[in-house]
């Protein structure tokens, strides 16, 4: 009896992570700073850290929305899973030695708002950050904070969510 062969595309529903891309902003002191600590932490599952909206990103990952990956952490797995915000942090902390036990309590329905708690504390404090002696992201730019869930930019000139990118489904699909 033959083993089938294995697919050319892993379903990233079914398969296991064996590594994670975290995009992050490298103009954000906050950001760089998490990800030097990350670098830092036993790893389980192997991370890799490229800058959101970089040259390296777009080659890596061409279809993910750039644009919103500086605005909302986002962390693909090798599989293509794709996370974004709360679930991405938590995907972090899961490849972490010392903090798989807190991601999967993050993760539960009790957990998970403080998982969003901290992405939303994140968010604000980027927000009023100084960048080069500016704010990480103007009005102006489109960029507008909403406690509820974080930043949102609509482009100068669309005055509506028709120019929009849709967004990625919760939890990584």
Known sequence: MSAAPLPVDRDPRR???????VLYDAGCPLCTSVRDWLAKRPQLVPLRFVPAGSPAARQLFPGLDHGSTLSEITVVGDGGQVYRGAAA???????????????????????????KGAVLTAAKWR??????????????????????????????????????????????R
Request: include cysteine; hydrophobic fraction near 35%.
């Open 127 to 172: 927000g009023a950050t100084a960048s080069g002696g500016r704010r990480v992201y103007r009005q102006d730019d489109g960029w507008t904070y909403d406690p509820r869930d974080g930043w949102h930019r609509t482009p100068p000139g669309c005055g509506s969510d028709a120019c929009a990118a849709p967004r990625a489904a919760p939890g990584g």
């Open 89 to 115: 942090w938590i995907v972090t902390l899961w490849a972490l030695r010392d903090h798989r036990r807190l991601a999967h309590r993050l993760s539960t329905p009790a957990g998970m708002p403080l998982a």
């Open 15 to 21: 398969v296991p992570v064996l590594g994670l891309t």
